[in-house]
């Protein structure tokens, strides 16, 4: 009996020099890909689809000097690129544990790390919030040497449509971390009245059109439910555009929309209440000169990691925190502009 001859699968057809729509970025999402072409995407300052470029490593590096059997804490483990390059650092005998609440992403990431020789003895890899580092305590003895929490949304989240945390694509306005807990953005917006929006938009994105967008928004929601991320974008240019100036109305409509997704997503996650927890119980699974890395991204979080850390300081509980945040480098910034707006400070635990 003869072996059926597979018919041959033509690639995907797209419009254009390069494809568009992240279903059909081939290329990019096969990460076993042409390394050539990884480098092309990402020297136009680019991500390549499916990825995330880790910022500030450099700089984190040294804020933790991670060292040869020695146990730390990636938070917030995201694509694991700032864990590849600490877990080299603890051979031998260290150990890594590292959080994530993205039941998708976090067994794509684990299993690219053992892949990478990082086996179960080194890397204690965890589904779980931050917010619950309580539970570690068992597992950890005497605590951490060092700490990392990257308090940003990783790019492959951001980039997949399916997920809903993007304005500029099609998809189902969702933006929970954990599609499997809690409720979606839409959802929530079904929630609220009009001055509780207004509220959540100061709160968690400084909107100065909080009042107009929440009216625009509750209005529209009255008449028919906003379900997808272009509903909701729509809607939201359109109210960015009565509002903004002439002059800089593309800049200034970007800026709204990329705010009004942010605070919904910081809602649905409940990510202040989190990032205070976590804050809170840090210290106490910290050793005596334990060192702490915290990348935020907007002011809202950095206003809560620059307070503990002061806190920590006259309280005792830190010997020196971070003055001002670090920036990422010029070089960083436009290689990556995705790193643009990121702060990173940085504690040490009282010996």
């Known amino acids: 009996m003869t072996d059926q001859i597979q018919p041959h699968k033509r690639r995907v057809r797209y419009k254009g020099a390069n494809p568009r729509r992240f279903q059909d970025k081939y290329k990019e999402l096969n990460l076993e890909a042409d390394g050539v072409e990884l480098q092309k995407i990402r020297a136009r300052g680019q991500t390549p689809a ?27 483990l995201g694509f694991g690129g700032h864990a590849s390059e600490i877990l080299p650092r603890l051979v031998p005998g260290g150990r890594l544990f590292a959080l994530d609440v ?31 580092l309580p539970h570690l305590r068992p597992d950890i003895g005497d605590g951490f040497d060092f700490v990392l929490a990257d308090l ?3 790019s492959m989240q951001i980039d997949n449509p399916a997920r809903g945390f993007t304005y500029k694509a099609e998809g189902p306005l969702d933006l929970r971390l954990n599609p499997q807990r809690g409720r979606p953005a839409s959802a929530l917006l079904e929630s609220l009245d009009e001055s509780e929006l207004v509220e959540l938009l100061r709160e968690n994105s400084d909107e100065p059109f909080a009042e107009a967008l929440a009216h625009a928004v509750i209005s529209e929601a009255s008449k028919k439910p906003i379900l997808t991320t272009t509903q909701l974008a729509d809607l939201v240019r359109r109210v960015a555009r009565a509002e903004c100036g002439a002059g800089t ?20 996650n409940d990510e202040f209440k989190v990032l205070d927890q976590f804050l809170a119980y840090l210290p106490h699974c910290l050793k005596p000169g334990a060192r702490v890395a915290i990348l935020s991204f907007h002011s809202g979080e950095d206003r809560r990691v620059k307070k503990a850390f002061q806190h920590g300081l ?31 400070r940085w504690a040490v635990k009282a010996g």
């Open 249 to 268: 109305l593309e800049e200034d409509t970007r800026a709204t929309l990329q705010r009004t997704f942010q605070a919904l997503r910081i809602a649905v």
């Open 102 to 132: 993205d039941p998708i992403e976090l067994p794509r990431t684990e299993a690219r790390l053992r892949a990478a020789g990082f086996g179960e003895d080194m890397l204690v890899a965890r589904r779980m919030n931050f917010a619950g």
């Open 50 to 76: 499916g990825t995330h470029r880790p910022i500030c490593v450099r700089e984190i590096l040294e804020i933790l000097a991670p060292k040869p059997g020695e146990t730390g804490l990636d938070a917030t």
């Open 152 to 154: 940003g949304v990783s």
């Open 314 to 344: 006259r309280a005792g509980i830190y010997s020196s925190v971070a003055q001002e945040p670090i920036r990422a480098s010029f070089e960083e910034r436009r290689g990556n502009p995705r790193s643009s707006s990121a702060k990173l």
